[in-house]
C-alpha cells in the first residue's frame, strides 16, 4: 500500500513559479505511474500531468504543456511537478496518485495511464492559489 504526502502548494501571483512534491515510501513508488490532477472549486477533477513507470514517457494536459514539468527522484522517492508562468486558472487543490502497477508493455496511451491513476492511491492535495 502506498501513502502519498503532497507539498509545495501555495499563493503565488500570476506569472509566478511554484513545485510540487509527491512522496511516498517503499521501493514500490519508484516503480510506479504517478500523476498530478487538479480540482477547482465547483468543478470536476481533471488530469493535469503524469509519468509512467518507467519513467520514460510523460503526459500532460494541454493547459499547461510549456509550463509545466513532471519529473521524479527516484533516489529521493518524490515526484516534482514543476510549475512555470502560472495563471490564475491554475488555481485549485493538486491531487497526486499512483499505480504501482505492473506496467503494460508497448507504447502507453496517456488515456491508459489516466486510468490507471484514477484507481490507485491518492493524496490528501495541496492547495495552489494564483492570484491575478
Known amino acids: 500500500q502506498l501513502q502519498l504526502v503532497e507539498s509545495g502548494g501555495g499563493l503565488v501571483q500570476a506569472g509566478g513559479s511554484l513545485r510540487l512534491s509527491c512522496g511516498a515510501s517503499?521501493?514500490?513508488?519508484?516503480?510506479?505511474?504517478v500523476g498530478w490532477f487538479r480540482q477547482a472549486p465547483e468543478k470536476e477533477r481533471e488530469f493535469v500531468s503524469a509519468?509512467?513507470?518507467?519513467?520514460?514517457?510523460?503526459y500532460y494536459t494541454d493547459s499547461v504543456k510549456g509550463r509545466f514539468t513532471i519529473s521524479r527522484d527516484s533516489a529521493k522517492n518524490t515526484v516534482y511537478l514543476q510549475m512555470n508562468s502560472l495563471k490564475p486558472e491554475d488555481t485549485a487543490v493538486y491531487y497526486c496518485?499512483?499505480?504501482?502497477?505492473?506496467?503494460?508493455?508497448?507504447?502507453?496511451?496517456?488515456?491508459?495511464?489516466?486510468?490507471?491513476?484514477?484507481?490507485?492511491?491518492w493524496g490528501q492535495g495541496t492547495q495552489v492559489t494564483v492570484s491575478s
Open positions: 496518485a499512483a499505480d504501482p502497477g505492473p506496467a503494460p508493455g508497448g507504447l502507453i496511451s496517456r488515456v491508459y495511464v489516466t486510468t490507471a491513476l484514477l484507481s490507485g492511491y
Open positions: 509519468i509512467s513507470w518507467s519513467g520514460y514517457s510523460t
Open positions: 517503499g521501493r514500490t513508488f519508484r516503480s510506479s505511474a
